[in-house]
């Protein structure tokens, strides 16, 4: 069974560019997550679907970041503009809702410079 | 709300001895709780978890934890560390009323010494 996929894996970008992610869930997963974990910090939840419907975004921070599942498959992460507080590792996770356990991917790393 | 605490950012041990990793939790609910690894560059695998059967709870690379409910606790454990078990851990909860969102700890990072 193949795994998330996420790209790209490494990503460095200048203050005020934008950058997107892209994730790939295990087939058949309805639920993906999308997690930002800061250097020496544990993963954070930034947004989760169910399908292509969202569960969960509060602490999406809306004014730069967005995210979206069309057709209730892929997803695609997107920050813009990006801040320095923005460096981080992007996990992207999908879950079969019956066995309630999550799959990460190998995440994207961010530098913001 | 749910969130789980793990005790102690750095651990290290000598290879050959016991690895604790301590985390508690708190939970309004029954939850489901889960020990994952992360090894440099790599995203998050799953070690064990548990999901309202047995306590004890066996992993992968001879990684064990035990849900005790009087003490809010997960810990995982192992009898004998291994140089390749240094890496970063998180313990995560997550609630079973379905709509599974998973609440991860700051992490611990094992360092084995030869």
């Known amino acids: 069974e193949a795994g998330v996929a996420q790209s790209p894996r490494y990503k460095i970008i200048e203050k005020r560019q934008s950058v997107a992610f892209w994730c790939n869930p295990i087939?058949?997963?309805?639920?993906l997550y999308w997690y930002q974990q800061i250097l020496g910090q544990g993963p954070k939840l930034l947004i989760q679907?169910?399908?292509?419907?969202?569960?969960?975004d509060s602490q999406l921070p809306k004014d730069r970041f967005s995210a979206e599942r069309l057709k209730g498959v892929d997803s695609t992460l997107k920050i813009q503009p990006a801040k320095l507080e923005d460096s981080a590792v992007y996990l992207c996770?999908?879950?079969?809702?019956?066995?309630?356990?999550?799959?990460f991917g190998e995440g994207s790393w961010l530098t913001v410079v | 709300a749910q969130s789980v605490t793990q005790l102690g950012s750095h651990v290290s041990v000598s290879e050959g001895a016991l690895v604790l990793l301590r985390c508690n939790y708190s939970s309004s609910v029954p939850p489901y709780l889960f020990w994952y690894v992360q090894y440099p560059n790599q995203g998050l695998q799953l070690l064990l978890k548990y999901t309202s059967a047995a306590t004890l709870v066996k992993g992968i690379n001879g990684f064990e934890a035990e849900f005790k409910k009087s003490e809010t606790s997960f810990h995982l454990t192992k009898p004998s560390a291994h140089m390749s078990d240094a890496a970063e851990y998180f313990c995560?909860?997550?609630?079973?009323?379905?709509?599974?969102?998973?609440?991860f700890g700051t992490g611990t990072r094992l360092k084995v010494l030869a």
């Open positions: 087939s058949g997963h309805a639920t």
């Open positions: 679907f169910q399908n292509n419907g969202v569960v969960d």
């Open positions: 996770a999908s879950s079969d809702r019956d066995k309630g356990t999550i799959y």
């Open positions: 995560a909860v997550s609630d079973t009323s379905g709509t599974y969102k998973y609440i």
